[in-house]
């Protein structure tokens, strides 16, 4: 699968160029700032890396010490809410997958605060790449939707959403192949456009590799996440 990425990644680089060009010089020219953002996360074998996003915040957002973001955040720049819709923001980590920190496929990375709290079961996360989607980034692409209004995102998001995470990032590692790769890759594709449709054949698909009806549910998105 390292081989995939490679080659993948080395081909979308060229293809989205222009895309790559074109949203770094409006992020640019909307304050004159880097056009990047480049954060600390904890990935394969606990390992600390570089990942990169287009900048959809404020400069210096990140010292707030928030790192879970509400569709209602006020660091969210206008440019930015356009990004992260369209998942645009996520475009630099090619440059991560073609390293060899990220995959296209894995579990999320996260920051090292957040990774101290994994239990030992939550901990085997790490024992793969992490990937720019996975099944939670299409089950939770409305997390800031999720924290709207939220007087503490970073605890209601190890509330509400972190144990779902984690656990469909189990259940992708305990079946992780280059075919389930290449479907996920399709799920998130669909997502941008339909989300509703996406989360469907989703949960049928994890019915069918045989995921807990809880864990099936859930993928649905019709149950309320409470604390």
Partial sequence: MRFFD???????????SPILILVSAIIFFQDFKSP????????????????????????????????????NDHRVTKLGHILRRFKLDELPQLFN?????????????????????????EKTLLDVRPGITDFSSIVFSDEG??????????????????????????FYIKHKSLTLNIIIIF?????IFNRLLSLEILSNYLRK???????????????????
């Fill in 145 to 170: 939707k999720i924290l709207q209004n939220s007087k503490d995102p970073d605890h209601d998001y190890n509330i509400l959403i972190r144990p779902w995470k984690s656990r469909l990032g189990l």
């Fill in 6 to 16: 490679i080659i993948f990644s080395f081909i979308l680089i060229i293809f989205f």
């Fill in 209 to 227: 590799l045989g995921a807990e009806n809880d864990l099936v549910e859930i993928s649905l998105r019709k149950i309320e996440l409470k604390h």
């Fill in 187 to 191: 799920f998130t594709i669909i997502s």
């Fill in 97 to 121: 997958v073609l390293t060899g920190t990220m995959s296209f496929v894995g579990p999320r990375p996260n920051v090292k605060i957040e990774v101290d709290k994994y239990n030992n079961e």
């Fill in 36 to 71: 990047l953002y480049i954060a600390e996360r904890v990935g394969l074998k606990f390992k600390v890396f570089k990942m990169y996003k287009f900048r959809t915040m404020v400069v210096n957002a990140d010292k707030s010490g928030v790192f879970s973001t509400s569709i």
